[in-house]
């Protein structure tokens, strides 16, 4: 078995990494933990991207003035 490194951040050549990981050509990394937050990591931006652009087209167009206004007292109120 060659020595664990950590993953790479290129998706293909995770995937890569992963299946001789599966099948035992590898080590895998000494902490699972990095796994753990990789996947997370990824699951959150994925979410990220998403996010503003969905929650504007769920709103009213009141609504959305009512939360710039609220923003802008915060901003200029100080």
């Known amino acids: 078995m060659a020595k664990a490194k950590k993953l790479p951040k290129?998706?293909?050549q995770r995937a890569v990494m992963i299946a001789q990981i599966a099948t035992g050509?590898?080590?895998a990394p000494k902490e699972e933990t990095d796994l753990i937050k990789l996947a997370?990591?990824?699951m959150g931006r994925?979410?990220?991207l998403k996010g503003g652009k969905a929650r504007a087209e769920?709103?009213?167009a009141k609504k959305r003035?009512?939360?710039?206004?609220?923003?802008?007292?915060?901003?200029?109120?100080k």
Do not use: F, P, Q, V
Not at 65 to 77: D, F, L, Y
């Open 10 to 12: 290129d998706t293909n």
């Open 25 to 27: 050509e590898i080590e």
């Open 40 to 42: 997370a990591s990824a």
């Open 46 to 48: 994925k979410g990220g």
């Open 58 to 60: 769920s709103l009213t």
């Open 65 to 77: 003035s009512e939360i710039a206004k609220k923003a802008a007292a915060a901003r200029w109120g």
